[in-house]
């Protein structure tokens, strides 16, 4: 039996097989020929923490993770035994929205994302924190995300979520070091989370010594500067994709 | 006389129609669909392939082809299709093509020694 498949990029967990060919030959007879899609994939408990049990065998953690395993994800930077994910800060953006924000990173025009987003992904980084690697929870967030963004996204793209019954998240981490970072100091959360917020992200990278959260150095009042040691960084250039969470919004 | 003579017409005809018609039959492959209970995607990691115009969420009858991968070190089971009413198990002999996480766009399987003589 020969299969012919075109395979598509692994997505967090899944691999989608997008088309192909099955053919059966046995001798004396006529070879059985027939179209196939397919997947790939695995299923593990959903309350497990996803690839956040450290190892310093690379084997035991790939086979942990399997060949479709989910992707690491830093959700709790604190945890001593999740260093070897939350090297660096991380950002999680919507996959749908990502071309815009990722013109906006990538334009230089770092400031001028929409404060509802910047926001938006301050939360989920303490929501997501506050989930401890919970599967589950990590959806709940990201669903409630979806929620928001059809509240605003569609009123500035005119380009809803709502006809998409699945939804990818894409993932993104840092690979340099921290900077001086604006982050939101006017929100619902107030300034002892901007402040959280701050300590957090320097606890997301190894290479900061410290970090204070200053809603004085404000820039028009919004934002406040989390200085912690290192370059400034903020530009997406320098992030990396971390994986794809798919999620259903409905 | 001609009555019998008409009849032995009849008796050849019928049989030289359905001849070929077995023998057609008899050189195709009765690839049939793998019932859902011969699968098991509820837990661990497999690969799966469907009819492209069938809906494995859907549609009663769709995979067919399974593979699961198990253990640790995630080690390949053999993977099954079913012909006729036999689950024919088959083992992976060689890839190529490009490779996406374990799945490679060109692979050959065949059978077990002795469950048949399936071969690529």
């Known amino acids: ?250 | 006389m001609n009555y019998i003579a008409w009849l032995l017409v009849l008796f050849v005809s019928l049989t030289s129609a359905s001849v070929p018609a077995q023998a057609a039959n008899e050189k195709r492959i009765n690839m049939r669909f793998l019932d859902r209970s011969d699968i098991s995607r509820s837990s661990g990691c497999s690969i799966s392939l469907w009819q492209t115009n069938r809906d494995p969420d859907k549609d009663k009858f769709a995979f067919v082809f399974f593979e699961k991968l198990v253990g640790a070190r995630q080690n390949r089971a053999p993977a099954i299709i079913k012909i006729g009413s036999n689950l024919v198990k088959l083992r992976r002999v060689a890839v190529g093509g490009n490779k996406a996480a374990m799945i490679f766009t060109r692979t050959s399987f065949t059978n077990f020694p002795g469950e048949g003589h399936l071969w690529c």
């Open chain 1, 1 to 250: 039996m020969v299969l012919s498949l075109r395979v598509e990029e692994p997505e967090g967990e899944a691999v989608e097989i997008s088309g192909g060919h099955l053919s059966v030959s046995i001798p004396g007879k006529q070879v059985f020929s027939l179209s196939v899609k397919g997947g790939a994939g695995c299923v593990t408990p959903a309350a497990a923490a996803p690839d956040a049990i450290p190892s310093n065998d690379s084997k035991v953690r790939s086979a942990r993770r399997g060949p479709f395993g989910r992707y690491p994800v830093c959700t709790n930077p604190r945890d001593p035994i999740q260093k070897h994910v939350c090297k660096d800060n991380y950002l999680i953006s919507l996959n749908l929205q990502s071309a815009a924000v990722l013109d906006h990173f990538r334009t230089g025009k770092d400031r001028e994302l929409p404060e509802w987003l910047q926001m938006e992904y301050a939360h989920q980084l303490i929501a997501l924190e506050e989930c401890n690697g919970k599967f589950r929870c990590l959806e709940s967030v990201l669903r409630n995300t979806i929620k928001m963004a059809e509240n605003h996204f569609i009123r500035r793209k005119a380009k809803g979520l709502g006809r998409f019954s699945r939804t990818r998240f894409r993932l993104f981490q840092a690979k340099d070091s921290p900077g001086n970072d604006l982050i939101p100091s006017k929100s619902s959360r107030n300034f002892s989370w901007s402040q959280r917020l701050c300590q957090l992200r320097c606890a997301a990278n190894s290479k900061c010594a410290g970090a204070g959260f200053d809603a004085l150095q404000h820039n028009n009042g919004v934002y406040g500067y989390c200085t912690m040691k290192g370059r400034i960084s903020q530009s997406l250039r320098n992030w990396r994709p971390l994986g794809v969470l798919l999620v259903k919004s409905r």
